[in-house]
């Protein structure tokens, strides 16, 4: 299963950089409490740990946008890419089972642990190569 559709990587990897950029990373950069907003999150009335915990992931997840633009872009640490993703996915969901389990996140981050898991899948289909090398 690994490496099925590595032909397709690039384009993978292109696309899932594209969405998780403009879903993901820009919004939670930018206006951290807008994005928690729509995610149904509780806002406190101080805000600023909340700004400032949100702006950190964001930028978080523009060094994971940035490895991905380097490898679609140069060809260069291209499977590099997709392990820094398959630590990313494997901890997303871990953060989000947690959450859901002690009932302390809204629907729509408990709902997010089948689109961790979808990614991890995808991830491990278009992985650039038959084989993990460490």
Known sequence: MLGYYAQYSHLYLTTLM????????????????????????????????AIYFGRCLGAFILVVEATMLRSVTTGTSFSYA???????FALMFVVHVYGALKRIQPITETLE???????????????????ITL
């Open 18 to 49: 594209v969405v998780t950029t403009l879903f993901f990373a820009l919004p939670i950069f930018i206006a951290p409490i807008a994005w928690a907003r729509a995610m149904r999150w509780t806002i406190p009335e101080h805000q600023h740990l």
């Open 82 to 88: 997709f392990d820094v993703l398959f630590v990313v």
């Open 113 to 131: 642990i089948g689109f961790w898991m979808i990614l991890f899948v995808l991830n491990t289909l278009f992985y650039p190569a038959t084989s």
